[in-house]
C-alpha cells in the first residue's frame, strides 16, 4: 500500500519545501562501497511495480550505467513508470546514442538546468542530489553516483569509497515530493524572495523540532539552492548541542566561517571533534590544497583531522552525538550556495552507533595531523595550499558579482 496519495499536488513556487518534519523511523539500513549499493538498488528496481524515479548527478557511461539503463528498460515492459531527472553538467559525459538508448527504452529524462547565456550566475545551480525511489515505499540517498569508479569489485584499489541508505515508512512520501519539485522545475529552481526564506527557516525552526518519546526517527533536510543553507544551519546546531563527539567526513572541505567557529568552540569545550577527510586520491586535487588551509586554525583549536588513505573518501556524513545526517551535502560553501542537495537525518542509538563504527574503521586507514606535525610540511606543500586557496576565493568572489538572470 502506497504511503502518499498516488497524484500528490505540485509544489507552487511559493511554497517550495526544503525541510520536512520529523517522521518514526521505521526501516534503515547502511549501505557501505559500491559491491553493497549497487546490487540492493538494481535489486530494488528489479522488484518495483508502480513506479521508479532516479535523481543523480554524476553518470559516467561504462558497465555500472548499462546496468542501471538496463534495469529501468526492463521495468518500463513490465508497465512500470520511470522517471529520470540527470544534471545537465554531472551526465555531461552521456552522449546523444546513450541518450538516445535512454529514451527508446521508455524511460522519461530530464536534463535539470541546462546551460544558456541568458542565465548568467544561475548556470552555476547544479542538481546534486542522489535519489532513488522504488514505488513510493522506499528511498535510497547518499553521496554516489551512477559510474564506474564506485565499483569496488572492478577497480579494488580505485574505487571511490562511499555509501547510501535505504530507508521505509513515513519519510519516503517527503522524498516523493522533493523528487517532484525538482521533476518540475527542473529548468530551474525559482528563486524565493528573501521574506519567503525568512519566513520558511523561522517556521522550520519553530515547527519542525524531533518528536517527543519517539526515540527512532527521521526527516528529510535538503537544499534549494540559491543560498538555502538549512542544512549547514541543522549541523552548525547540533554541533553546539554535542555532549560527547562532533565527527564530519567529506570529500570536499570548504567550510563556511559559522561551522568553523562551531567547530572550535565545540573541541575547546572538550567535545571529540574530528574530520574525515580525502588523502592524496581525490578527482579534484586543487580543491584538497585549498581546503588544508583551514587545517592549521582548526589543530590549533583542538580538531582532530585525519586523511583517508586508501581510496578516495566521498562519504558526506556528520555524526553529533546519537544524530546522523547522510546525504549529497559536502556541508562546504559552495555546494549550500548553489546546489540541490538533499541528506537524510537519523536520530536513532542503533544506526549512529553503526556511523561510529564506519568513522572509526576508517580513522585506522588515515592520516592523523598534529598542530606540530603541520607546521613543519614542505614550503612547496604551503605554497600550493596558498595558491588554490586565493584561486577559489577569487572564482567565489567571481561567482556572486556575475549578473543573475532568468530565461
Known sequence: MSLIKTHPALPSQGSLASTFPWRPLESIHLLVDGDCFYPRMLEAIGNARESIYLEIYYVQPGRVADQFIEALGQAVQRGVSVRLLLDSIGAREFSAADHKHVSNAG??????????????AMNLS???RKILIIDRTIAFTGGAGIADVFDLSANPQKAWHDL???????????????????WMFYNGMPDLPI???ISSYLHISRYFRPLTGVPSQTRVNSSNGVGDEQIKADLVKRIRAAKRRAWIATAYFYPSRK???ALIRAA????DVRLLLPGPRTDHPAVRYASRRYYGQLLRHGVMILEY????????????DDWVSVGSCNFDRWNL??????????LDVDFAAQIRALFEADFKDSEAYSAVNWARRRWWTKFQELFWFQIGRLIEFMSLHIKRRRP
Open 107 to 120: 524511460i522519461q529524462l530530464r536534463l535539470y538546468n541546462p546551460l544558456a547565456r541568458k542565465k548568467f
Open 268 to 271: 575547546g569545550n572538550g567535545i
Open 259 to 261: 561551522l568553523r567557529r
Open 337 to 346: 550556495r548553489w546546489n540541490l542537495e538533499a541528506n537524510q537525518e537519523i
Open 195 to 197: 521574506p519567503t526564506r
Open 309 to 320: 588513505q586508501p581510496r578516495f573518501m566521498h562519504m558526506k556524513i556528520a555524526l553529533a
Open 164 to 182: 547510501m541508505i535505504e530507508s521505509q515508512g513515513p519519510v519516503v512520501a517527503d522524498w516523493c515530493e522533493l523528487f517532484e519539485q525538482a
Open 126 to 128: 547544479r542538481d546534486h
